[in-house]
């Protein structure tokens, strides 16, 4: 078995049986249980994470300490209840070495365990020359102290005040030699305290530095201790609520070590450690001045009155305004220092932005120089996508690192990782960038919506070039052809009637064939015309839906809605009689619809066209539904079939060039399809 695991089942056995012995010389002296359970908790308090640390990490040096530091307070125990005994005249055996060594200096063993476990914490070894002579003088001067206050000359302190001096008495400077001794346990203490932030400041490992950042926090317990002691005799006359520090050091201690060896990830630790520094330097400025002006106030007042104690209280409350503040500023840049550095940068960026001398774009490189972590990345979330992407539109990947949401009113906007940030401040960073980022998301937006409406126009002027080419090549093969063939017939009958007079009654066949090569160059010019804008439009755009649907090989529901008309009254439905079924087709019965802009019917109407030509020909559909709807502005159609699905937006191809002349009006075209069937919508802005 490691050494250090036995020394901690060593020591936890010990401290069993010194609270055993405790509570059974509290039977004797018949004080109670209530004071051995005290005591007994207290010891078994840092037990606890002991001996789970020793069961994960059985090498584990601070183990044993943590350990220690229980048996010590068990130890303290079982001295009260000596005194006890001893003040009931029934001293109980060994009392007569264990009042003299004990009853003087044993508070000194609440303190040395966690003093030497700072002073080797994280990895159990002391890391210099100057660690082991504090280590040494830890383990010597309580000893050293109990000797000489145990045969120092005059009466010991309550309650053993008339105990004798069992050990023999000393020389008269063996009273002073143990208060310069307690003083010296006060300095050795302050330099363990100082020891795992020196140590924190020469390590590069950032798993050390958490972890000895935890046992700082749990540290500043010792002076918050030593500082409830002199509110207790300032306030109360007496030590009582040092009873209070000794149990918070004894819980955040020991909890606070077993957090930085399993879990130093678990909180962002430079905040709490930052705020309780602050805290503990503005109580300590206050008891000063509390104590000051109590004094100063008392010398001509008299000590005790309520005047004194009113002046004081103002003054203190007075003093705790600007303090707090100030010393937080201050205990940040110091203490944390990246999030300090952040928020600078994320407020100079703010400025640069604002003024024109930056772009937001830079945030991911001035956060990531600010906090010392090349690898943060912003992303921030495309319109319409779930995928963050950074400043330059590639794909933002976030699997590695800590990510946190980046959320401005209500809506994500982007996200935020890295790998060697807390969660804690990357979540406070995310808020102070919330306004970065969504500029961000506008302006790639814009250039977004900007370089989509130039490919757009592009695509537009190759369709109408193409288109003119088409009209051109149709009216050059087709009608032209048929009117130049049809002006040298009448070109030849008019020649005949001229070189023949009496020809002319020959002449009906001639212009027979004349009068149908018309009537065909007709129908291809109409049909030309057609193409260029559907004649039913003329009627408006319900009618030109009604056209279009007629003829179609499948079953078709119309459903033509004006939200600007009057409502209809509903027609009653008998009880029980349930819905009344909806035809195949229903015709559309709402007003014409003549003052839409014709550019906006036009644009539905090739919408519906393109959607019902794509169903027949590649949906295998077996029912087809189209709604078109007016109000609040806009033109909405909708065409969804229950066929196979597949459709997608290409540029190029058909749906790409409604997408085209869509946004062309001014309006938004989407697809959705999938196995379900397929659902082309188009909403268009209508002034109308």
Known sequence: MPWARASTLL????????AVVGAVLAAAAGTGPVEPLLWSGLAAVPLVPALLLTARRPHLTVAPLLAAAGAGAALNGMADRYLDLVAAGTPPPGAWWVVPLVLQ??????????????????????????????????????????LLGAVAPGAYREPAADHPHTLGTGPAWTGPAAVVTVAAFGVLLLAAAVAPVLRRRRSTDPVE?????????????????????????????????VVVGLAGMYVGIPAATAVAVLRHGLYDVDRAYAATLTWTAVATGLLAVYSLVAFAVGAVAGQGSAPT??????VCAAALAPMRSRLRRVVDARIDPQRRAAHD??????????????????????????????????????????????????????????????VRDGRRVGVLAAAACSR??????????ALLVEVVCLRQEAHRAQTEAEAGRARLLAVGDAERRRLERDLHDGAQQRLVSLGMTLRLAQRRIHAEPGAAAGLDDVLEAAVAELGTAVAELRRIAHGLRPSGLDDGLPAALRGLTAHLPLPVRLEVVDEQAPARPAVPVPAGAGPAPLPERTPATDPDWLDVPDRVALAAYYVVGEALTNTVRHAGATRVE???????????????????????????????????????????????????????????????
């Open 11 to 18: 020591l936890a056995a010990v401290t069993a049986a010194l």
């Open 105 to 146: 200096f044993s508070w000194m063993l609440f303190f040395v365990p966690f003093a030497l476990l700072a002073l080797v914490f994280p990895d159990g070894r002391l890391p210099g020359r100057s660690s082991r002579v504090v280590a040494v003088g830890l383990l010597v001067t309580p000893v050293t102290a109990a």
């Open 209 to 241: 530095r958490a972890r000895l950042r935890w046992l700082a926090l749990a540290g500043l317990g010792v002076p918050a201790t030593l500082l409830l002691c002199w509110a207790s005799y300032l306030l109360l006359g007496g030590p009582d609520l």
């Open 309 to 314: 104690a009113a002046a004081a209280t103002a």
């Open 345 to 406: 940068a994320v407020a100079a960026l703010t400025r640069a932005s604002r003024d024109g001398s930056a772009r937001p774009e830079e945030l991911a490189g001035r956060l990531g120089a600010a906090v010392g972590d090349p690898t943060l990345v912003v992303g921030y979330r495309p319109p319409g996508g779930d995928t963050p992407v950074d400043a330059d539109g590639r794909p933002v990947e976030t699997a590695d690192r800590v990510a946190v949401p980046v």
């Open 424 to 433: 804690s401040l990357l979540r406070e960073l995310a808020e102070a960038v």
């Open 626 to 688: 189209v709604h078109a709807a007016r109000g609040g502005g806009t033109v909405r159609v909708r065409v969804r079939d229950d066929g196979r699905g597949g459709a997608a937006v290409r540029p190029g191809h058909g749906l790409g060039g409604l997408a085209d002349r869509v946004a062309a009006a001014g309006g938004a075209l989407a697809v959705r399809s999938d196995g379900g069937g397929t659902e082309v919508t188009a909403e268009l802005p209508c002034a109308s």
